[in-house]
């Protein structure tokens, strides 16, 4: 008889391993099957995010900001440095070890909560009375029987049509993060997240790069003022980035590749350089799940169906993260896998939409969470402003860098934040407060009259709340 259990989570990334720990604290009995292999053969678990995402992305952007402030910046504090050498090598090998302890942990965390770990690909077999069949793929193949199931498979980088990654000169993010040597000329197609991340890293690093984005306004989904200050401080330090092109042919030799594009107003051009990185989006993975095999309804785009709590077009049937709707966020992943496993348990999981942060790593960090301007200016929303420069914050000035700022957005009769907006040093962490505050459903008032450390980043914060209130008391 085959292996049961009470939940069986299929893809071990922020998704499914959370779910499987969460589901395992509730008392149920958990397996997880997750088929990333690590150089060796071995399981690695951790998804696309440890993988090849978030954690090996920002060793390598901290790497990289390391050597360019060594290069750069260190000098205006009085620091000389002679001979400052790179070893690629190194880095790649120090981002792999960050990888690998992310990987170990997740093992570890697994035997702490009694969760049976299986590595290879899970697929449907078919629905039983004892739930759903999942046959294992792996070294060895076996079928276990889960009377609940989450599916959390991720998703893949999208290729463009007719030009497939070779992970040599045509990148996905996964070659992205492992190219031996800095190229002397790098293009990416797309300037997303990914897009302006990996540029940042091998920019830093010497390469002359260049971004070609298919939209005529940068960064579309961030907020206008945001998006034009991040641009303003990409194009400072020379990451080129061509906006509303279209992109044509691309070949690849042994030289590198070279991209025929229109620029925006039209005219032909063409780009020789030794790497190129697609960074257009991901799709949705559903390969090899058998979704076929019991008719798990999936979209257009090649997602699984949910509704707003994860239920699939099944039975006991959940899916979460990338392979669903929604933003492609390891956090909104593991939100999702928390309230999966704490609705299986007949709690009431709760994921809120609107108050799910965004990040990205770059230098200036860009961060936001609710609201943006021009969503609220097309929803007809009466809503008040407020902005604070990191130019007037002292720990700003201290650090040594000044560029941005934050930005307040309040509804303009209650003064409850609707959404705020930042683009600065470590932002990334100070995005926190503003997406405490929304859940609470804090006024601007709020954080306006709430103590804030002297010096630090922060007091930008509060002064930009302060600023809805037109009171700022250092601008
Ligand atoms: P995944 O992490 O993709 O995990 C899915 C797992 O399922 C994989 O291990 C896969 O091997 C396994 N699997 C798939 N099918 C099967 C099967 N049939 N059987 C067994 N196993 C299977 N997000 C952030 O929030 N912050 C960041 O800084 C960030 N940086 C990123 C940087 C890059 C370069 C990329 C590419 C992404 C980044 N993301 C970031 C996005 C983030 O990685 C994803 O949103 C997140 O990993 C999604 O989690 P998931 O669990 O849904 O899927
Ligand atoms: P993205 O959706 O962020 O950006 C893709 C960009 O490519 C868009 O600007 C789009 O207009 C452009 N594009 C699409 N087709 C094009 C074409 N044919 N020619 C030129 N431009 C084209 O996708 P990206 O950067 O690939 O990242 C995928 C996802 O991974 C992100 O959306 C995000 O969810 C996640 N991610 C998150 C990170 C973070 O949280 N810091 C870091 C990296 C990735």
Same mark, same amino acid.
């Given at each position: 008889?085959?292996?049961?259990f009470?939940?069986?989570?299929?893809?071990?990334?922020?998704?499914?391993?959370?779910?499987?720990?969460?589901?395992?604290?509730?008392?149920?009995?958990?397996?997880?099957?997750?088929?990333?292999?690590?150089?060796?053969?071995?399981?690695?678990?951790?998804?696309?995010?440890?993988?090849?995402?978030?954690?090996?992305?920002?060793?390598?952007?901290?790497?990289?900001?390391?050597?360019?402030?060594?290069?750069?910046a260190?000098?205006?504090?009085?620091?000389?440095?002679?001979?400052?050498?790179?070893?690629?090598a190194?880095?790649?090998?120090?981002?792999?070890?960050?990888?690998?302890?992310?990987?170990?942990?997740?093992?570890?965390?697994?035997?702490?909560?009694?969760v049976?770990?299986?590595?290879?690909?899970?697929?449907?077999?078919?629905?039983?009375?004892?739930?759903?069949?999942?046959?294992?793929?792996?070294?060895?193949?076996?079928?276990?029987?889960?009377?609940?199931?989450?599916?959390?498979?991720?998703?893949?980088?999208?290729?463009?049509?007719?030009?497939?990654?070779?992970?040599?000169?045509?990148l996905? &993010?996964?070659?992205? @993060?492992?190219?031996g /040597? #800095?190229?002397? %000329? $790098?293009?990416?197609? *797309?300037?997303? +997240?990914?897009?302006?991340?990996?540029?940042?890293?091998?920019?830093r690093?010497?390469?002359?790069?260049?971004?070609?984005?298919?939209?005529?306004?940068?960064?579309?989904?961030?907020?206008?003022?945001?998006?034009?200050?991040?641009?303003?401080?990409?194009?400072?330090?020379?990451?080129?980035?061509?906006?509303?092109?279209?992109?044509?042919?691309?070949?690849s030799?042994?030289?590198?590749?070279?991209?025929?594009?229109?620029?925006?107003?039209?005219g032909?051009?063409?780009?020789?350089?030794?790497?190129?990185?697609?960074?257009?989006?991901?799709?949705? &993975?559903?390969?090899? @799940?058998?979704?076929? /095999? #019991?008719?798990? %309804? $999936?979209?257009?785009? *090649?997602?699984i +169906?949910?509704?707003?709590?994860?239920?699939t077009?099944?039975?006991?049937?959940?899916?979460?993260?990338?392979?669903?709707?929604?933003?492609?966020?390891?956090?909104?992943?593991?939100?999702?896998?928390?309230?999966?496993?704490?609705?299986?348990?007949?709690?009431?999981?709760?994921?809120?939409?609107?108050?799910?942060?965004?990040?990205i790593?770059?230098?200036?960090?860009?961060?936001?969470v609710?609201?943006?301007?021009?969503?609220?200016?097309?929803?007809?929303?009466?809503?008040?402003?407020?902005?604070?420069?990191?130019?007037?914050?002292?720990?700003?000035?201290?650090l040594?860098?000044?560029?941005?700022? #934050?930005?307040?957005?309040?509804?303009?009769?209650?003064?409850?934040?609707?959404?705020?907006?930042?683009?600065?040093p470590?932002?990334?962490?100070?995005?926190s407060?503003?997406?405490?505050?929304?859940?609470?459903?804090?006024?601007?008032?709020?954080?306006?009259?709430?103590?804030?450390?002297?010096?630090?980043?922060?007091?930008?914060?509060?002064?930009?709340?302060?600023?809805?209130?037109?009171?700022?008391?250092?601008?």
């Amino acid at each position: 008889m085959s292996k049961q259990f009470d939940v069986v989570v299929i893809g071990g990334g922020p998704g499914g391993y959370i779910a499987a720990i969460r589901a395992a604290q509730l008392g149920f009995n958990v397996a997880c099957i997750d088929e990333w292999k690590n150089a060796k053969g071995g399981p690695a678990l951790g998804g696309t995010c440890t993988n090849i995402g978030c954690i090996p992305s920002k060793a390598l952007l901290q790497s990289s900001e390391h050597y360019e402030h060594a290069g750069h910046a260190f000098a205006d504090h009085g620091i000389k440095i002679e001979g400052l050498g790179l070893d690629v090598a190194k880095m790649l090998a120090r981002k792999d070890n960050v990888v690998k302890q992310n990987n170990d942990g997740i093992v570890y965390l697994f035997k702490k909560n009694k969760v049976a770990f299986f590595h290879g690909r899970g697929s449907f077999v078919k629905a039983s009375d004892a739930g759903y069949e999942i046959k294992v793929s792996g070294e060895a193949e076996e079928t276990i029987t889960g009377k609940q199931i989450i599916v959390a498979t991720g998703s893949n980088a999208r290729a463009l049509p007719g030009t497939p990654f070779d992970e040599e000169n045509i990148l996905s &993010n996964d070659g992205a @993060l492992r190219i031996g /040597a #800095v190229p002397k %000329k $790098l293009a990416l197609i *797309g300037s997303g +997240v990914i897009g302006l991340e990996m540029g940042s890293v091998w920019r830093r690093l010497g390469a002359e790069v260049t971004v070609l984005e298919a939209l005529p306004t940068f960064l579309g989904a961030v907020d206008e003022q945001i998006a034009k200050e991040a641009l303003k401080a990409f194009t400072k330090q020379k990451l080129k980035i061509e906006l509303g092109v279209k992109v044509g042919e691309i070949k690849s030799g042994k030289k590198g590749v070279s991209i025929a594009y229109t620029d925006a107003k039209g005219g032909a051009q063409s780009l020789e350089v030794d790497k190129l990185i697609v960074s257009i989006g991901r799709v949705p &993975n559903t390969i090899g @799940l058998g979704a076929e /095999a #019991v008719d798990l %309804k $999936l979209d257009e785009r *090649g997602a699984i +169906v949910v509704d707003e709590e994860c239920r699939t077009s099944l039975p006991n049937v959940w899916a979460i993260g990338d392979v669903v709707r929604g933003p492609m966020l390891a956090h909104k992943a593991e939100e999702e896998g928390v309230a999966v496993a704490e609705r299986i348990a007949g709690q009431h999981g709760h994921v809120n939409f609107n108050t799910i942060p965004w990040v990205i790593y770059t230098s200036p960090e860009i961060a936001w969470v609710g609201q943006t301007e021009q969503q609220l200016k097309a929803s007809g929303r009466a809503y008040k402003a407020g902005t604070f420069p990191f130019l007037a914050n002292g720990r700003a000035r201290a650090l040594g860098d000044t560029t941005g700022m #934050v930005k307040f957005l309040a509804d303009a009769a209650t003064d409850e934040i609707l959404g705020v907006h930042m683009v600065g040093p470590m932002v990334s962490e100070l995005i926190s407060e503003a997406v405490v505050a929304m859940e609470f459903k804090a006024s601007a008032e709020d954080i306006a009259r709430i103590c804030h450390a002297h010096p630090s980043l922060s007091e930008a914060t509060k002064e930009a709340a302060l600023a809805v209130d037109k009171r700022t008391l250092n601008f």
